[in-house]
């Protein structure tokens, strides 16, 4: 019997996908982003294992308040990491007639075996794909996450390739990647997908910082501060393309090495 690995559920989340949606978070997670408010979910140890039906079963004690567009959505940490069992729980949660979403931000991607094929089942039971492009320029990917971006770019075309539906993601940290230029990068990756459906920005907050004093760990964004309105504004209108073409940024060449490295 295939188990998963727990940290906690949300049973009414509303900005984890479309509608009212059930959220199971996952521990685990190979980043460490310096902004990650979820910091206690990073140890893939649980004392919580559960069972897809077990999940299910408790997820569909809120399905009166779903909706049509309202289901289940996986978060964390980090849910590709579980792959055996998010696939388990997906299939079954198909059989139940329960939409499904992945929020991820594509680190245990690769195209090399068992990864890959799992990858590729696990798509026919997911309906979207929340997406959070942490940094799109390699080396600031790396400092800011500890991990390169090169394989979840590889995801993004990937899933742009099948027309699997995606929202994306941009966590705005002040003095990190709020700046008009790497926006303005993001976007001109944004426009070579076909499959985007929605674009979000995430103003940094500093809600989870309590969580890395309580693991021993000091926050590397002490004193950083929540993004004005103005500045959220900004981003949004870089990134859905909605500024006038005399106001961009002028991007380098090498912006889309990366894409193609």
């Known amino acids: 019997m295939i188990t998963g ?3 906690s559920t949300e049973s009414f989340g509303a900005v984890d996908g479309p509608g009212i949606r059930f959220v199971i978070f996952f521990k685990g997670c190979r980043m460490r982003c310096r902004y990650c408010h979820n910091a206690d979910t990073w ?11 077990e999940l299910l079963d408790q997820a569909e004690k809120y399905r009166s308040y779903w909706g ?13 990491l579980q792959i055996d069992f998010l696939l388990d729980l997906f299939i079954k949660a198909k059989a139940r007639g329960i939409s499904t979403v992945i929020d991820t931000a594509g680190q245990p991607f690769t195209k090399e ?15 979207l794909l929340l997406l959070d492009i942490k940094h799109i320029d390699p080396e600031q990917h790396l400092r800011l996450t500890g991990q390169p971006n090169g394989n979840i770019i590889e995801m993004f ?3 742009s390739d099948t027309e699997k539906p ?3 993601r941009q966590v705005l940290v002040p003095g990190i990647t709020d700046d008009d230029g790497y926006l303005q ?11 985007v459906r929605k674009i979000e920005v995430l103003p940094y907050h500093a809600l989870g910082s309590y969580k890395w004093k309580e693991l021993g760990i000091p926050y590397p ?20 393309g909605e500024i006038p073409d005399a106001e961009k940024a002028v991007c380098p060449d090498v912006c889309l090495s990366y894409a193609t490295a």
């Open 5 to 7: 690995a727990i940290h």
């Open 43 to 53: 140890d893939p140890h649980s004392d919580d294992m559960r069972t897809a039906g």
């Open 68 to 80: 049509k567009d309202g289901g289940i959505t996986v978060s964390g940490g980090e849910p590709l």
């Open 113 to 127: 075996e068992p990864f890959f094929s799992k990858f590729r089942e696990l798509m026919k039971y997911t309906d």
């Open 157 to 159: 075309r990937y899933l």
């Open 166 to 168: 995606v929202w994306i």
């Open 185 to 195: 990068r993001t976007r001109d990756f944004i426009t070579t997908l076909g499959n």
């Open 221 to 240: 964004l002490e004193g950083v501060k929540t993004p004005d309105a103005e500045r959220v504004k900004n981003a949004e209108r870089i990134l859905r």
